[in-house]
């Protein structure tokens, strides 16, 4: 189906920001929906942002205020701008595209992001 492939994950300290991307194959990138969520150790997944097609976005609770969706439909490409980092951060971050007129449901491989001094 669509391939995502995420990047921009690393080591930071705790007050510094991170941008994650997420790269997307398909060429009908512009219809569909785009999430981030995360895991961290012995956690259940849980969801961060979502971007829709239209460009409405939501985020969680845990990271308004400090995080940004956004996407660039000429890259293909959508976008995690993380702010004020906190330890609480440190997690797995995976993209994932969805549509249900086009039966998509993709996830990528993720990309680890820690936060620490």
């Known amino acids: 189906q669509v391939q995502l492939v995420e990047s921009g994950g690393g080591l930071v300290q705790p007050g510094g920001s991170l941008r994650l991307s997420c790269a997307a194959s398909t060429s009908i990138f512009r219809f569909y929906n785009m999430d981030w969520y995360r895991q961290a150790p012995g956690k259940e997944r849980e969801f961060v942002a979502r971007?829709?097609?239209?460009?409405?976005?939501n985020h969680a609770d845990s990271v308004k205020g400090r995080f940004a969706i956004s996407r660039d439909n000429a890259k293909n490409t959508v976008f995690l701008q993380m702010n004020s980092l906190k330890p609480e951060d440190t997690a797995v971050y995976y993209c994932h595209a969805e549509s249900r007129v086009y039966y998509a449901n993709s996830w990528g491989k993720g990309t680890l992001v820690t936060v620490s001094s």
């Open positions: 971007i829709t097609s239209g460009g409405l976005t």
